[in-house]
């Protein structure tokens, strides 16, 4: 659980569960607000269960960081939690990989 700068320009979140989730989505939407140039990399690996509250500060998110041209990318989430995005109709919306290292490599090397 936390957030972590990982980088000068990558965030690093290991999501806890609600209602902590909530509170660390809205943390890491200030600090982009705030800088603007930062990537960030969401790992599911502890969360069973995304709210709908939840759901709507990842779609904030997710709007602030294409609108500064940077990416939001999810890691590690478990079948059931996948299956929230799917029922959703949110798997084609966010970008999924399946663990936070190859998230963060992606990251880092595009040219």
């Given amino acids: 659980m936390g957030i972590q700068k990982w980088s000068d320009n990558i965030i690093l979140i290991n999501l806890a569960a609600e209602p902590q989730m909530g509170e ?59 299956s929230i995005f799917a029922v959703t109709g949110l798997e084609n919306v966010f970008e999924f990989v399946d663990d936070q290292f190859v998230a963060l490599a992606s990251l880092q090397f595009v040219v």
């Avoid at 990399?41 to 759901?55: L, Q």
């Avoid at 779609?59 to 939690?81: A, M």
């Fill in 24 to 82: 660390e989505l809205q943390t890491v939407t200030g600090m982009v607000i705030e800088k603007g140039d930062y990537d960030v990399v969401v790992d599911f690996a502890d969360i069973d269960i995304v709210t709908s509250s939840s759901i709507a500060k990842l779609l904030k998110l997710r709007k602030v960081l294409t609108d500064c041209d940077h990416r939001l990318v999810f890691s590690t989430i478990k079948p059931q939690t996948m």
